[in-house]
């Protein structure tokens, strides 16, 4: 198992790849890092306060947390912690829980109403706290299986854009789109965060995303290096070789190259990296 200090230094370095492949932060940034109390968001957060510490710009982060009215929720664990590390810690109570319960019924999945209140409180707080960018704490297995997700139950060919320009006009920021989840757990249990559990979505065994990701991680084991295989693809699109017309007509496409063999086989060749060429308006 790796040490602390190894799992630290992997996990800020792709950090550290991530905003500087999508311009994430720039000077006089104000981020509200959503902190759910998970082992994600205390991962993120940890990194990101590293960052501000030697990146070459000035940031500030703002934590927040919601209190989403959930029985027993351990609100004093997530004060003693921000008090005891000196972070700038907001938390939110607002009854959403209630609300999710009373609307879906027990069979069914929260995750869908749930996460739309969360999201609009995040922005409204934004807004309150001035600031222009939010983070959330989402990793490359959820990425993964986001992507997986559309393809197998929504017909699309999508992930989680790594910076988004939400509706209410903030830029969300998925700082931990290079990182593996494995490498945050055991980095978050060395740390000793102190965990809150999720009493709603987190306890339903039935979610499509579990399921999904349990499909991939059966492939991992039987294949390992799948997921490491999956992130790269989704960075080495080739939309010449896809079926989407729109797609096609945008970049006025006629006809595409032929794949190199490996590629069109599905062989694993240093010699496919490199994007297929496009053909524009060929005769």
């Known amino acids: 198992m790796q040490d602390v200090v190894t799992l630290e230094k992997k996990l800020g370095r792709a950090v550290g790849r991530a905003v500087g492949d999508f311009n994430m932060i720039a000077e006089g940034d104000r981020i509200l890092v959503a902190v759910s109390g998970g082992k994600d968001s205390y991962t993120m ?25 959930h029985p027993g929720y ?18 939110i109570e607002e009854d959403t829980y209630s609300i999710v319960t009373e609307k879906i019924p027990a069979n069914k999945t929260f995750c869908s109403l749930c996460s739309r209140l969360r999201r609009g409180i995040l922005y409204r707080v934004a807004t309150e706290l001035r600031c222009n960018k939010i983070a959330l704490g989402h990793h490359r297995d959820d990425i993964i299986q986001t992507f997986f997700l559309n393809l197998m139950f929504a ?16 830029i969300v920021l998925r700082p931990l789109l290079y990182c593996a989840e494995d490498d945050i ?23 499509q995303r579990k399921v999904v990701g349990r499909m991939i991680d059966q492939m991992e084991r039987e294949r390992p290096g799948m997921k490491a295989s999956f992130l ?52």
Request: hydrophobic residues 45%; aromatic residues 6%.
């Open 45 to 69: 957060l940890h990194l990101l306060r590293q960052l501000a510490e030697r990146a070459p710009v000035s940031f500030e982060l703002e934590v927040v947390n919601i209190d989403q009215g």
């Open 74 to 91: 351990p609100a004093d664990v997530l004060h003693d912690y921000m008090k005891r590390e000196n972070y700038r810690f907001t938390m």
């Open 155 to 170: 017909g699309q060919l999508a992930a989680m854009p790594p910076k988004l320009v939400a509706s209410s006009g903030h």
């Open 185 to 207: 757990a055991a980095f978050s249990e060395a740390m000793k965060f102190p965990i809150l559990p999720c009493d709603l979505c987190g306890s339903q065994d039935n979610l």
């Open 232 to 283: 790269a693809a989704l960075q080495n699109v080739r939309p010449s070789q896809l079926l989407d017309k729109e797609l096609w007509a945008q970049l006025g496409l006629e006809a595409a190259r032929d794949l190199p063999e490996a590629a069109a086989s599905g062989e694993s060749s240093s010699s496919v990296i490199a994007p297929a060429r496009l053909v524009r308006n060929a005769g």
